[in-house]
């Protein structure tokens, strides 16, 4: 870790905050987080490498433990998706089950503190490393604007391009309101992956920097650090229902986004 960033809590806390990044061309407008592609990409093989532990050898009488909890997982959201969701599409329950387990084990590293990783990293010669990538809003960003595309997918579908493009002019106000229906709809459509990403970063962010400031509280003195494992427990506990809870959210309202996509104004 820098020198500086030792010194001052608040070298401390913006040293944890900040990415390691990478710039196909200096000076270009495209700066890639190395940590959040990463930490998200190995977030989602684990993901994958647990569901297929559970599935590889099934049993069809008495289930192990490991296949009894993925199978009451996945029943959950597919149950949660068919209530929600009233299209005949195959490809939300597989959609929600990715966003709902994928977000929540990106959510699940920020019960590890932040020094755990960053302190074995800076041993290997990597400075920068933040270790939520939800906490990152171009993370956050990108799985809702990959929502969008999916409910223009499901609009088109269900509608066709011509009745897509009458509903998008026409309503809510009628063919001779056509620049007010214009300016709502897209308000409409652009605010809901917007609200999407930021819902789920502000929470995570901030929870973030709430724990980094408990464990810059923990440094300070014998009574500090007593205080700090207080808080700091509290607050992980706290984080406990957080976290899967904002991967819920996620997941319900993209599946309540698709199922709108689909339904006539």
């Not at 969701?85 to 590293?109: E, R």
């Not at 014998?222 to 494992?229: E, M, R, T």
Request: charged share 10%.
């Amino acid at each position: 870790m820098a020198a500086e960033a030792e010194l001052t809590p608040t070298g401390y806390i913006q040293h944890h905050l900040k990415n390691l990044t990478f710039q196909v061309q200096e000076g270009s407008f495209w700066t890639l987080h190395v940590d959040t592609l990463v930490t998200a990409l190995l977030m989602g093989l684990l993901m994958v490498f647990a569901f297929w532990m559970a599935t590889r050898r099934p049993t069809a009488g008495v289930p192990g433990k490991w296949q009894a909890f993925v199978e009451i997982c996945l029943e959950f959201v597919d149950q949660q998706a068919k209530d929600t969701y009233h299209g005949s599409s195959k490809l939300v329950t597989p959609i929600a089950i990715t966003l709902f387990f994928w977000i929540l084990m990106m959510n699940l590293l920020k019960m590890i503190p932040a020094d755990f990783i960053a302190l074995p990293l800076e041993a290997l010669g990597v400075h920068y490393w933040k270790p939520v990538p939800t906490a990152d809003v171009n993370a956050t960003l990108g799985m809702s604007i990959s929502v969008f595309f999916l409910m223009l997918f499901f609009a088109l579908r269900a509608k066709g391009l011509g009745g897509f493009t009458k509903e998008f002019l026409t309503a809510p106000f009628g063919k001779w309101m056509l620049p007010f229906n214009l300016i709502l709809n897209i308000v409409e459509w652009l605010s809901k992956p917007i609200s999407l990403a930021m819902r789920l970063f502000g929470n995570m962010f901030g929870g973030e920097i709430v724990f980094l400031l408990i464990w810059v509280l923990g440094g300070a003195s014998i009574i500090g650090a007593l205080a700090g494992g207080l808080f700091g427990l509290g607050w992980m506990l706290f984080h406990l229902l957080v976290i899967p809870l904002q991967a819920f959210i996620f997941m319900m309202l993209s599946i309540v986004y698709l199922s709108l996509s689909e339904d006539a104004h």
